[in-house]
């Protein structure tokens, strides 16, 4: 009995190591010699769509908590990124570090072979709808779409809370969109399947709503008074103009679409231990809160936005990044509708 115990705890310590050795190759190096590693290195580059004065302050957040780093940014938006990052390549160069912009041009860089997976111990507990299942990625925060309304011209009991009551006669003529919400559109069809996204589309076009041209446009002219209901905005766009005490409010349709933002480390970074222990800066709690504070909305679900409704009870489905390979396609449906 003595002895069989003694064989049973033997094979149990050796499971443990085995399983601690295996994970240790998926996961980040351990603490001390990722800094040892970052310090040799020194600097950091990243490229990203946030705006300039929150990617400066979140940087220096970063280099305070490591003082031996220095960083530097280039920000644009994705398109412009992504091309840069493909320049560099095709120049047998690599300048960035580190990446964050829109979701569809993500899918590309992973897809050609530009990013590397890095799984951030710190990103263990993002849920997995907000990650690539290989690793390469995770969105550093989202932006949701719902429907808005201004609260001046109609009474909360009455507000269309699905996209199917958009298409009830009441509301023809009192909505507004955005023209670019090709992305929407796309994981739209996803959900719907595309003959019935597409007819739902010709139908809510048939309602004669004001296209706009940008979120900011769309939902400060409904604000003004110019259509009661936006039919897709950004929720977190609408809470700022709330607290700044617009007549502005919304309800989350079922599910509540998110475009994601996904950050990645480089292929061959220069910097790649720097780079980790950045990806792992960004999804901590720290990270996370200062986002939050920007009044973004994190995608750790232990740091809750401001305020919390803007994820709280809601059914959030994140964008489905691989339908980036059918974009073209859905862009001209969608333009193709949208135009009449």
Same mark, same amino acid.
């Given at each position: 009995?003595?002895?069989?115990?003694?064989?049973?705890?033997? *094979?149990?310590?050796?499971?443990?190591f085995?399983v601690?050795?295996t994970?240790? +190759?998926?996961?980040?190096?351990?603490?001390?010699?990722l800094?040892?590693?970052?310090k040799?290195?020194?600097?950091?580059v990243?490229? =990203?769509t946030?705006?300039?004065?929150?990617?400066q302050?979140?940087?220096k957040?970063?280099?305070k908590?490591?003082?031996?780093?220095?960083t530097?940014?280039?920000?644009a938006?994705?398109?412009?990124?992504l091309?840069k990052?493909?320049? #560099?390549?095709?120049a047998?160069?690599?300048?960035?570090?580190? &990446?964050?912009?829109?979701g569809?041009?993500?899918?590309?860089?992973k897809?050609?072979?530009? =990013?590397?997976?890095?799984?951030?111990?710190?990103?263990?507990? &993002?849920?997995?709808?907000?990650?690539?299942?290989?690793?390469?990625?995770?969105a +550093?925060?989202q932006?949701t779409?719902v429907?808005?309304?201004?609260?001046?011209l *109609?009474?909360?009991?009455? &507000?269309p809370r @699905?996209?199917?009551? *958009?298409?009830?006669?009441?509301?023809?003529?009192? +909505?507004?969109?955005?023209d670019?919400? @090709?992305?929407w559109?796309?994981?739209?069809?996803?959900?719907?399947?595309? #003959?019935?996204?597409?007819?739902?589309?010709?139908r809510?076009v048939?309602?004669?709503?004001k296209?706009?041209?940008?979120q900011?446009?769309?939902?400060?002219? $409904?604000?003004?008074?110019?259509?009661?209901?936006? &039919?897709?905005?950004?929720?977190?766009?609408?809470?700022? $103009?709330k607290?700044?005490?617009?007549?502005?409010?919304?309800?989350?349709?079922?599910?509540?679409?998110?475009?994601?933002?996904?950050?990645a480390?480089?292929?061959?970074?220069?910097?790649?231990?720097?780079?980790?222990?950045f990806?792992?800066?960004a999804?901590?709690?720290?990270?996370?809160?200062?986002?939050?504070?920007?009044?973004?909305?994190? =995608?750790?679900?232990?740091?809750?936005?401001?305020?919390?409704?803007? =994820?709280?009870?809601l059914?959030i489905?994140?964008?489905?990044?691989?339908l980036?390979?059918?974009?073209e396609?859905?862009?001209?449906?969608?333009?193709?509708?949208?135009?009449?």
């Amino acid at each position: 009995m003595q002895k069989r115990c003694s064989w049973g705890i033997r *094979l149990a310590v050796y499971c443990f190591f085995l399983v601690s050795a295996t994970g240790a +190759l998926g996961q980040a190096q351990p603490a001390k010699e990722l800094i040892e590693g970052a310090k040799k290195e020194g600097s950091l580059v990243w490229y =990203t769509t946030v705006n300039l004065e929150q990617s400066q302050y979140f940087l220096k957040q970063f280099e305070k908590k490591h003082p031996f780093i220095k960083t530097e940014l280039f920000r644009a938006v994705s398109n412009k990124i992504l091309n840069k990052v493909i320049a #560099d390549k095709n120049a047998g160069k690599v300048f960035a570090d580190v &990446v964050s912009m829109g979701g569809f041009q993500s899918y590309f860089l992973k897809k050609k072979g530009l =990013t590397v997976a890095y799984r951030s111990p710190e990103a263990e507990v &993002v849920p997995a709808q907000f990650k690539d299942p290989e690793g390469y990625w995770v969105a +550093l925060y989202q932006n949701t779409s719902v429907i808005g309304y201004n609260t001046r011209l *109609l009474n909360e009991k009455i &507000v269309p809370r @699905e996209y199917s009551q *958009l298409l009830e006669p009441q509301w023809k003529g009192k +909505l507004g969109m955005d023209d670019s919400d @090709e992305e929407w559109f796309a994981n739209q069809c996803k959900i719907m399947g595309d #003959d019935k996204c597409v007819n739902f589309l010709e139908r809510l076009v048939g309602q004669n709503p004001k296209i706009i041209r940008g979120q900011n446009l769309l939902i400060q002219l $409904m604000s003004a008074g110019e259509f009661p209901v936006a &039919v897709i905005a950004y929720a977190g766009e609408l809470e700022n $103009m709330k607290q700044r005490g617009a007549p502005v409010d919304w309800v989350g349709p079922s599910p509540v679409l998110s475009k994601i933002y996904p950050m990645a480390m480089i292929a061959n970074a220069p910097h790649p231990n720097v780079a980790k222990l950045f990806i792992d800066f960004a999804f901590s709690k720290e990270g996370q809160t200062i986002l939050r504070n920007f009044r973004r909305i994190p =995608t750790r679900p232990d740091i809750e936005p401001d305020p919390p409704k803007l =994820t709280k009870g809601l059914n959030i489905r994140a964008a489905d990044l691989s339908l980036a390979e059918k974009f073209e396609d859905y862009a001209r449906l969608w333009r193709k509708l949208i135009q009449g």
